[in-house]
């Protein structure tokens, strides 16, 4: 390995071991009460270096976001580009916004505070720009997703797809929340598991464009 090459691998590492410290912060501490004092702590990495690789504290929490947003990415397109039927695909992509939610917490909270409805163009970070570019390639999938239904009449003419890409994530987002809080509750009531009562709710989701 040349220097260049090696040196490009150490900054990697050194950025992805500071993202990880962070994130067990982030949800540890909250992000609000976590300073660049205590992800140096817990990092190992002098405040010094931190910023050597970050502009802030936000801009860490933009770059853990980016990295949960590629992950999701790369398991919703694989679902949705599979052999089964339309319900099988589905329930693969909820499945895959559940890892996400899941193995990425910090990543699906970063997603709200990356909102662009306060921003313009000129202020976004490289790491804010990525995230909405993932963004848009994740709702460019699931409306893609949903066109395909339309095309092969397994789903409603009138539906928008783009549209309902928004309303098909907050209902995902709200079941898994619901299930996270009150699953144990609901799997006694029903006398389901709490993978049963989600997967009642995805094929409910799904019905409603059906």
Partial sequence: MGRGNKNTAVA?????????????????????????????AMSGYSRRTIYAYFESKEDILDHITVKGLSALLGDIRSAAASDRDITGRWLDICGAMLRYKAKYPTSDRGVEASSPDKLTEKELSPARKEILRLGSEINDLLAGFIRDGISS????????????????????????????????????QFGISREDFLEYGF????????
């Fill in 153 to 188: 009449g397994e789903v409603r003419p009138g539906i928008i797809p783009e549209m309902s890409v928004y309303v098909l994530w907050a209902g995902v987002s709200s079941l898994a929340d619901m299930a996270r809080t009150k699953g144990s509750f609901i799997a006694r």
């Fill in 203 to 210: 094929r409910q989701l799904l019905s409603s464009v059906l």
């Fill in 12 to 40: 990697a590492l050194i950025k992805e071991q500071i993202l990880s410290a962070a994130s067990r912060l982030f949800i540890e501490k909250g992000f609000s009460a976590s300073r660049i004092d205590d992800i140096s």
